[in-house]
């Protein structure tokens, strides 16, 4: 059989016999029988929409189906079971397509056309129609019938075989339709090259290294190295080499002296080098990787936001990080490098400066075998941090996903198999609350399966460049990846970057025929090797070897040879070979250094072998060169990753299974990936292949050619006609192929270059390489620069590293000599920086010629040298990614697409480790983003039992991911690493700002004005204040209070008036933007928002362990109100957690009262006074967690919301009790609040007291205070005062700490006489506080912000409902001149946090005509009775407050900056502006009134008086000449009303244009104002 076919493989259905004989020759596969049973299995995607009656397709159909879809393969092509099983879906729908209408609307699969199977096939048709397909098809395929068992039709085949009647035939079905309904078949693939392909995509990576080895071990290859040998006309190679090598000795180390006394002549005065297209990059982040970090930090935040308090981001201080990378020593030095020139490690605060080599290797860990150690060290340092965030990065993390279950198998053979899953899945890591893990990969189609760990919310995907049309990122860099070379294939584009090489693709097809016993790889190895061999013979003069290779290698070879000469300092191009088997790697670098020895090429190129497992060797002379194009004076260094190598000639020999995410050079002009394992056909292996290409390609116009004539304009001679015609072909490279009639003729075929053509010319037009001017270094992951520039990139090169460490800026791009000329990166200049760069050319050119040069004149050296620059390899690398190289199998199955433009490589099964869940499945589209792709995978793909998910779904709980891991994935070499180390840098900055807060920061106001009255507070150590001594203490009227900067001044009668102007008035919007504040770290005693989640804090926000939401029950509390004449019904929420504070008629019935404690108790566990916080706005922002401020002590807290945002407040905070208002005051002020807070809790003292006094109390006993607190304090101090006893004492000292609310409420509440007080407060924080701030321990004063009332001694004064602004001031005025106390505690200090949403700012006045788009400004706030006005959707209060805040002068416009005249106001305090004083006065008998007698007043403002206000009252006061007067109330009528009942019409003159009204509709109840003048 051996000479008739070599191995064949059978694939079977049914009962297969038993063989026996040679049974190496025949390899029987299940995988149609699987892909059979698989399409057999109806896809869940269809049961759940309980298709059941669907019936699956029929195995004679299967068989059917096949046999057409083998008909229609080429004879280069190879059965693949993706392919079957799409033409198994695509039959069965159509056959199903009523029943499935309903179910599914799935675009059309493109296939091979099927027979529509109206009737179904029977067992008796089946062989007769399987020959009718086959009859087409010139016997590529046979159809055998057998009758009883499938081994007489084995038995026919095998005699067919022998006889050789088989020759032209591929595959042979066997069909056996004879037992009862059952069909067994078989398909024997009988072709040689698709029974090789085939068998050998049977083995595992392991098998086919281990099939490899044996082969070279046991000497199998040394037939094909004979054969080799012979093809050469003078006999054997070798003979030939060693002839030319002893012919050719003397000669060529002369031309090397030669050439090297040329490159030294060609550097200029200061001894660089002219060469201007190597270019040092400076280090920076990219917009695009910007954008990745954020979108990390932001799922980072995600994570930690949601309610399941998986991480609490509040409790880390730092973040710390290892960096996991697969076992290659380039990698672990790239990863290396990256982290040390980020600069990440400082920012993190992790190292001091000077940041050595051997600290950064305590952040990177090399998966090998001593992993496992420093990895423990990891885990130990989290477990002792807890308060330190780690950050786990597992780059290229499709590597090694082998469970270690597998590993506990095979342990003794490879240490490292299954490490990934026994370090990063153990039990430690996926419980640590302070680790994330992220996940970084270029294909994360094996992470994305059904069983995966990652939460598709966790997922990141590098984002597009281009959404509609719009460039989202501007860079100046082109991302050149696969789609981009898959394009450069299609029509239209002249020469194309992916390309195959038929020749080579000839004779590995040849020599396979010849050599049925060697696997393929060891054949097109070494039909490789030859060919680059035979090329460098051609190229150093024996072009007799021209016929022995191919064009491609040719052309790769020549202008690897060539390139340096091309270049004043000898830069030259890298060739990568990849040669995937390490055994075959070190065959061809053996081979390849031998023939480069005996052609003398060793200081022409380097050839550098690359193994995971070692670090790159590259040889002393090549050294040397790379130190002096990188300027490195460390006499030790040596070159460690890829990309170091930048610019240097050399074969990269790039061994290994898989690449290991080592990144390339700019110098890359070709990637030869002709020996890939073509049979691996699987999409991860495919791209990442494929993904060594990928590139930055500089984004700028090519210069055109105008533009470059104009830089040579200054030169004394033009350029020959043949110079420019030269010139014209390198710069418009491919597009003029008019010039190049050889380029035309070839830019058909995908072969790439004629041999006949000159280096210089093949160089610079086949290969499509215009070299137009790079404009600008490429920054990309590939673009490598040699300055040493940081992690932005995951391809720079590191170029000398003690350089940075001396922190040199980076050097000057072009020359010494022309500091100035630094390239500018903006692309509008004409003279760009092509020009620039010729320029300084010609001038070091002529400089260099004055030195002894051999040319004969200055200008045309300079043209000669212009045209070399643009020569140099790296000026072309700039602007054009690699050629690649690809097998023709590969190449066919890249560049074919579906009916939808997906290439077939995309719909491949995704890895090795996961398996399709059925193959009923529809297509990936094309138009799928990255997201929708990743849940395509999670539905349709399951892990093999290998794959370290496989057992995830086992563990029984329906949310099987894990809830801190997240997967970034993005394109090979496009910058993840540089991104994800930003991301580190960010997140640690947020760390930092998340455990700090801005605080208002601003002096008190109208410090001047504090009235210098002989009253002090005489103790100043006094702990409270002493009753007595404080009753004599003046009351100040001034507001201190820096949020009032802009309000009316109060005049008292101590205050020396000044008339001076207390400076402009701000604007309404610059109000928030101006204050001052000041960032302050969270103490221990904050208050926190809703993103706060810590240990201690979980009972108390009422998250269960078991993450379910507190009961809560809502309660309705209703008590009648005289002032407002009806009942007023308020609701409770109250959570389970808090029945305690309150009484019940019974459990769960009606509630009667909130419990209040005894003004004698003394206990130190609780706090005695309810804490009422109105809010609006801020469910998520608003300071509500006081756990911490009231260091975990007992207190009652209950927030006041309005009705229409309960809702939301009770989903944030669903263990707070809750005061919901009553829906009319939905459009409601602040004033409304206080006003319902106060009522309410002087409605519960009273049941109260009834209830205690049943019970023996006394009522005095009940305890009166109650706390109003705004919803943004977030710190509390307290000043502690040393020294000076005496007040004049000059030795006072104080010192300001944190302490928590706890220690503040209870030094007050255990005030003595605390009864007599009414309101008490504290000062507002500020850094500028001064000694005689806090000199004066307690002040008579205005309160705000955080008050504590008693409201049974205010049970008479009550807070103006209406109020959206200024309410604690005016009921701070109406508190004083009802004779009650107000005492302001000037050694504590509340600090309030500035926060942007909510609050007065959740109202808007808008027009209510809906589509005006018109700006409502103050002044249209209020508009004539009756008139046209637009009217505004905003209650009428708020549009008079705001009115009067900008525009009382219209009504008063004597008071403006007359503070000697006050305007007066009675029973209310009005902000009428900054520049207006005012003069409060209460019209209550038995009230505090300033004595106004001395007064002449401005003006007089009546708002909304009551009855105690009468004629009589008013005729105490004084007023100017022409004072005017404002009377505002609820209707026309009352205004009437009023005026007749207060006889104004005796002092004041009134007319009928002086009526005004709120800009409000009639049903909106307008406010209606009346003004007039003083007669």
């Given at each position: 059989m ?10 079977s ?45 029929s ?29 198994f ?23 091979p ?21 086959a ?6 395929v046979?159809?055998i019938?057998?009758?009883?068992s ?6 026919e ?12 035939t ?18 024997a693939v ?8 085939l ?26 190295g004979?054969f ?47 060469c ?42 730092k ?36 940041v ?31 308060h330190?965030?780690?950050?786990l ?9 082998v ?8 342990s ?8 990934v ?14 680790i ?11 992470l ?17 460049s ?47 025929k ?10 097109r190895?070494?039909v ?17 070897m ?40 070190a ?14 090429l ?30 490195i ?19 990269l020999?790039?061994?290994g ?42 984004n ?11 830089a ?27 010039r190049?009639p050889?380029?035309?003729?070839r830019s058909c ?6 041999s006949?053509?000159?280096s ?6 086949l ?16 673009a ?12 720079r ?12 800026g ?7 000599h022309s ?5 500018r ?13 010729v ?45 690649v ?9 890249v ?37 929708e792709?990743s849940?395509?995978y ?101 507001i ?6 802009d309000?009316?001044?109060i ?6 008036m ?25 103490s ?10 810590c ?9 269960h ?39 019940f ?36 922002h608003g ?9 975990g ?34 459009s ?31 009522p ?27 007040r ?60 504590i ?59 209510k ?20 006005h ?92 022409g ?10 009528n ?9 006889e ?32």
């Amino acid at each position: 059989m051996m000479p008739a076919c070599g191995i064949q493989q059978a694939f079977s259905h049914g009962n297969f016999p038993y063989l026996c004989g040679n049974l190496n020759d025949v390899v029987v596969s299940p995988l149609l029988y699987t892909c059979y049973q698989n399409s057999q299995s109806i896809s869940r995607a269809y049961e759940q929409y309980g298709a059941s009656t669907i019936q699956p397709i029929s195995e004679e159909m299967q068989l059917l189906l096949t046999v057409y879809y083998l008909v229609q393969l080429a004879a280069d092509q190879v059965p693949l079971m993706e392919d079957l099983e799409q033409i198994f879906l695509r039959s069965w729908r159509e056959s199903h397509l009523t029943e499935i209408r309903q179910y599914q609307q799935a675009p059309p699969q493109p296939c091979p056309p099927a027979p529509s199977a109206v009737a179904p096939v029977t067992s008796a048709q089946l062989p007769w129609l399987a020959g009718l397909a086959a009859s087409s098809c010139n016997d590529s395929v046979h159809i055998i019938e057998c009758t009883y068992s499938l081994a007489e039709g084995l038995s026919e085949m095998f005699r067919l075989l022998i006889e050789g009647k088989l020759a032209k035939t591929n595959y042979v079905v066997i069909i056996c339709a004879c037992r009862n309904a059952a069909i067994d078949s078989c398909i024997a693939v009988t072709g040689k090259y698709q029974a090789r392909i085939l068998s050998e995509s049977l083995l595992t990576p392991a098998e086919y290294q281990k099939e490899v080895s044996y082969e070279l071990v046991t000497g199998k290859v040394d037939s094909l190295g004979a054969f080799f040998s012979t093809l050469c006309p003078e006999g054997d190679i070798d003979i030939l080499l060693d002839k030319f090598h002893q012919e050719n000795q003397g000669h060529i180390s002369s031309s090397l002296t030669a050439s090297s006394v040329t490159k030294s002549a060609s550097l200029d005065v200061g001894g660089v080098p002219a060469c201007t297209s190597y270019n040092l990059e400076p280090h920076c982040i990219r917009p695009f990787q910007l954008a990745v970090a954020q979108k990390l930090l932001s799922h980072v935040c995600s994570i930690a936001d949601s309610s399941t308090q998986n991480l609490d981001l509040g409790s880390f201080e730092k973040v710390d990080f290892l960096i996991c990378i697969p076992p290659s020593e380039v990698t672990y030095q790239q990863t290396l490098f990256h982290v040390w020139h980020s600069g990440v490690l400082l920012e993190l605060g992790l190292e001091k400066e000077h940041v050595t080599k051997q600290r950064v290797e305590q952040y990177v860990l090399k998966l090998d075998a001593e992993a496992q150690t420093k990895f423990k060290s990891f885990l130990q340092n989290s477990f002792q941090n807890p308060h330190t965030l780690f950050v786990l990065i597992h780059d290229h993390a499709h590597w090694d996903l082998v469970s270690s279950a597998v590993h506990n198998l095979y342990s003794q053979s490879d240490p490292s198999v299954g490490l990934v899953d026994r370090l990063l899945n153990c039990r430690e890591v996926k419980e640590a609350p302070n680790i994330v893990t992220l996940h970084v990969t270029s294909f994360p189609y094996a992470l994305q399966t059904q069983h995966t760990l990652i939460s598709p919310y966790n997922e990141i995907h590098w984002p597009a460049s281009y959404s509609n049309g719009m460039d989202l990122y501007p860079e100046n860099k082109k991302y050149f990846g696969l789609s981009e070379f898959i394009e450069s294939t299609l029509s239209g584009h002249s020469l194309p970057l992916l390309r195959y090489d038929s020749s080579f693709e000839a004779m590995v097809t040849a020599l396979g025929k010849r050599f049925p016993r060697l696997h393929s790889a060891v054949i097109r190895t070494f039909v490789l090797v030859q060919h680059y061999a035979a090329a460098m013979m051609a190229v150093s003069g024996l072009s007799q070897m021209k016929n022995y290779t191919s064009v491609e290698t040719l052309e790769i070879t020549q202008n690897l040879i060539n390139s340096p000469k091309q270049c004043p300092c000898g830069h030259g191009l890298m060739v990568l070979l990849r040669v995937p088997c390490s055994p075959l790697a070190a065959v061809a670098y053996e081979r390849l250094a031998h023939v480069r020895a005996r052609l003398a090429l060793e200081e022409h190129f380097e050839i550098i072998l690359g193994n995971p497992s070692s670090g790159i060797t590259v040889g002393k002379h090549f050294v040397k060169q790379l130190k002096m194009w990188q300027k490195i004076e460390d006499a030790e260094w040596r070159p460690q990753t890829y990309l170091e190598l930048e610019g240097l000639p050399c074969i990269l020999i790039f061994s290994g299974m898989d690449p290991h995410g080592e990144s390339l050079p700019r110098s890359l002009r070709y990637c030869d990936l002709r020996l890939i394992n073509s049979s691996c056909l699987v999409r991860t292996a495919l791209e990442q292949e494929l993904g060594l290409a990928a590139y930055f390609v500089s984004n700028e116009v090519p210069l055109e050619k105008g533009a470059r004539n104009e830089a040579l304009e200054s030169d004394a001679e033009k350029l020959s006609s043949t110079d420019n015609e030269d010139e014209e072909l390198v710069t418009e490279g491919s597009i003029s192929e008019k010039r190049s009639p050889v380029k035309r003729e070839r830019s058909c075929s995908h072969d790439s270059a004629s041999s006949s053509l000159s280096s210089k010319a093949s160089s610079s037009v086949l290969c499509g390489e215009s070299s137009a001017q790079p404009g600008g270094p490429s920054q990309g992951e590939r673009a490598g620069s040699p300055q040493p520039s940081g992690p932005s990139e995951e391809g720079r090169v590191p170029g000398e590293r003690q350089r940075l460490r001396a922190s040199r800026g980076p050097p000057s791009v072009i020359s010494r000599h022309s500091p100035g000329l630094a390239p500018r990166p903006d692309s509008s200049l004409k003279t760009s920086q092509r020009s620039i760069q010729v320029s300084v050319t010609s001038l070091s050119s002529q400089l260099s010629s004055s030195s002894g040069s051999s040319f004969s004149s200055t200008v045309p050296t300079t043209s000669t040298l212009v045209l070399q620059a643009s020569q140099c390899s790296m000026t072309k690398a700039y602007q054009q990614p690699p050629i690649v190289f690809l097998p023709k199998l590969v190449y066919d199955m890249v560049t074919s697409t579906d009916s939808s433009g997906l290439p077939k490589a995309a719909s491949l099964l995704p890895s090795h480790s996961v398996m399709w869940a059925s193959s009923f499945r529809p297509l990936l589209s094309k138009t799928m983003t990255s997201t929708e792709q990743s849940l395509y995978y999670r539905q349709w793909t399951v892990p093999r039992p290998s794959h370290m998910d496989y057992g995830n779904r086992a563990e029984g709980r329906v949310d099987s991911f894990h809830p801190r891991r997240l997967l970034l994935s993005g394109p090979p070499q496009i910058g993840k690493t540089g991104a994800y180390l930003q991301f580190l840098s960010i997140l640690s900055r947020m760390l930092i700002r998340l455990t700090e807060v801005d605080v208002y920061d601003e002096e008190e106001i109208n410090i001047n004005l504090r009235e210098e009255s002989d009253w002090h507070y005489v103790q100043p150590s006094d702990p409270w204040p002493d009753l007595e001594l404080f009753k004599k203490l003046p009351f100040d009227y001034i507001i201190h209070d820096p949020k009032y900067e802009d309000a009316s001044l109060i005049c008292s009668h101590h205050q020396s008036m000044k008339s001076e102007d207390r400076g402009m008035s701000r604007k309404p919007e610059d109000l928030y933007v101006r204050r001052h504040t000041a960032r302050m770290r969270l103490s221990k005693y904050a208050a926190y928002n809703t993103y706060h989640h810590c240990e201690q804090c979980h009972q108390y926000l009422g998250f269960h362990p078991r993450y379910q939401l507190y009961e809560s029950t809502l309660h309705a509390f209703a008590f009648s109100y005289s002032m407002l004449g009806e009942e007023i019904q308020l609701h409770f929420i109250i959570p389970k957690s808090k029945e305690h504070h309150f009484v019940f008629s019974q459990p769960g019935g009606q509630l009667e009262s909130m419990r209040l404690p005894l003004v004698t108790d003394k206990s130190h566990e609780y706090i005695k006074s309810p804490t009422f916080t109105p809010t609006t706005g801020r469910h998520e922002h608003g300071l509500f967690n006081l756990y911490h401020a009231m260091d975990g002590a007992s207190h009652l807290h209950v927030l006041v919301v309005k009705e229409y945002e309960m809702a939301i407040y009770k989903k944030y905070w669903p263990n707070h009790i809750m005061l919901v208002l009553p829906s009319i005051f939905n459009s409601a002020g602040v004033g409304a609040a206080h006003f319902l807070i106060k009522e309410l809790s002087y409605h519960n003292l009273e049941l109260e007291r009834n209830r205690q006094e049943e019970l023996g109390i006394k009522p005095q006993d009940i305890w009166p205070f109650i706390v109003i607190s705004d919803d943004s304090c977030v710190m509390w101090n307290v000043v502690d005062v040393d020294g000076g006893g005496e007040r004049s004492s000059r030795e006072f000292s104080w010192s300001e700490r944190n302490v928590s609310l706890k220690h503040i409420m209870q030094h007050i509440e255990a005030s003595p006489n605390i009864t007599h007080y009414a309101l008490i407060g504290m000062r507002k924080w500020s850094s500028r506080t001064g000694c005689r701030e806090v000199r004066e321990p307690f002040s008579r004063c205005h309160v705000h912000d955080f008050i504590i009332l008693n409201v049974d001694l205010t049970q008479n004064v009550q807070y103006n409902q209406n109020r959206f602004t200024c309410d604690d001031v005016d009921f701070n005025l109406r508190v004083h001149s009802a004779g009650l106390l107000l005492c302001r505690f000037n050694r504590f200090s509340v600090m309030k946090k500035q926060i942007a949403v909510g609050g007065h700012r959740s109202f808007h006045i808008t027009s209510k005509v809906s589509d005006s788009p018109v700006a409502i400004v103050p002044a249209q706030y209020i508009c004539a009775p009756d008139s046209k006005h637009t009217f505004l959707a905003a209650p009428a209060q708020l549009l008079l407050e705001k009115f009067l805040q900008h525009h009382s002068h219209r009504f008063f416009p004597l008071s403006l900056k007359n503070h000697g005249h006050p305007v007066l106001s009675v029973d209310c305090y009005l902000n009428l502006g900054s520049q207006i004083s005012v003069c409060y006065v209460s019209s209550r008998p038995h009230s505090l009134n300033i004595s106004c007698s001395d007064f002449l007043f401005s003006g007089l403002l009546l708002y909304l008086c009551d009855s105690f206000v009468g004629a009589s009252f008013l005729k105490k006061f004084h007023f100017l000449k022409g004072a005017t007067l404002c009377v505002i109330c609820q209707d026309r009528n009352s205004l009437r009303q009023t005026v007749v009942r207060l006889e104004l019409e005796d002092e004041w003159q009134f007319r009928l244009r002086d009526e005004f009204q709120t800009a409000n509709a009639k049903e909106d109840r307008p406010l209606f104002f009346l003004t007039g003048r003083h007669i």
